[in-house]
């Protein structure tokens, strides 16, 4: 098959590298404005070839891996593909995606979500192993075509992947506690340290703890916006939550209630008995 990818950074680049690794790809056709992803995706060999929008429409498949609001942008110039051609999206939110998808090409679009990431970005950020053994989210595929749904599942399968299914709106609830919220906290942390008085003092104490909570504050706030604002209602309410819990731990500190305190810890290490 040939393959058409819509953004070459470290998700479209990592599926690039993937796709030849595991033999899935006679080419791999690559698109992206970014003038420096461009350069660095030749010279690293993910893609075979830069091509325009028009070229990309005509490859067996086409992978949209750019931020999701970028993904519903690039739907309408995609309405006229062949019916035999598949598209799957990588993008971190599904509902409103879906509900974007034009109907001349609803069976067409495979709506998935793999769950990797680092919080690095860019061409030189891809490596084949990113997609081993991690789980990828397809959602809504009653509303696809039959030859699309294999293909996906073929896809996944040969790189590796666990092959999940689920709604779109059930997709975005879960996700935003697994990862959406999780990056919304590390982004708070790191803002908290920043609006100390001597924030370069107190890192120089920054040990494994730290270092690990604060490093997806690393990631792009240009894609991280997009996600936040897509998965607004669920970010807002896990939010809300989160807040419940750190007032209740505030309140046991100011009540040196510790017999409590040691109880809600312990509340929060049975989460790795069922990771």
């Known amino acids: 098959m040939t393959f058409g990818i819509v953004g070459l950074g470290l998700m479209g680049g990592s599926f690039a590298k993937s796709l030849k690794h595991n033999g899935l790809s006679r080419t791999v056709y690559g698109f992206d404005h970014n003038k420096r992803h461009q350069e660095e995706a030749i010279k690293l060999g993910l893609v075979d070839e830069l091509v325009n929008i028009e070229t990309i429409k005509i490859c067996d498949v086409i992978i949209l891996a750019i931020p999701v609001d970028g993904i519903i942008s690039i739907m309408t110039d995609l309405e006229d593909i062949s019916i035999n051609t598949t598209i799957i999206d990588l993008g971190s939110t599904k509902e409103d995606i879906v509900k974007n998808i034009p109907n001349t090409i609803r ?11 680092t919080e690095k970005n860019g061409p030189k950020a891809a490596f084949d192993s990113l997609y081993i053994d991690k789980i990828v989210v397809l959602c809504d595929l009653e509303d696809n075509g039959e030859l699309h749904i294999k293909r996906a599942r073929n896809i996944f399968e040969n790189m590796k992947m666990k092959i999940i299914y689920m709604g779109s709106k059930e997709h975005d609830i ?6 959406h919220l999780p990056h919304a906290i590390s982004y708070a942390l790191a803002n908290t340290v920043m609006d100390h008085e001597t924030p370069r003092e107190i890192i120089t104490l920054a040990a494994g703890g730290f270092r690990d909570m604060s490093r997806i504050a690393k990631s792009s706030p240009h894609m991280w916006k997009d996600i936040f604002r897509q998965n607004r209602s669920n970010l807002l309410e896990s939010i809300e939550i989160f807040e419940d819990n750190m007032t209740r731990m505030k309140q046991m500190l100011k009540d040196e209630d510790y017999d409590g305190l040691s109880k809600w810890m312990k509340k929060a290490n049975s989460l790795h008995d069922i990771l």
């Open 107 to 117: 069976k067409n679009f495979i709506a998935a979500h793999p769950m990797t990431g």
């Open 174 to 179: 879960h996700a935003c506690y697994m990862s």
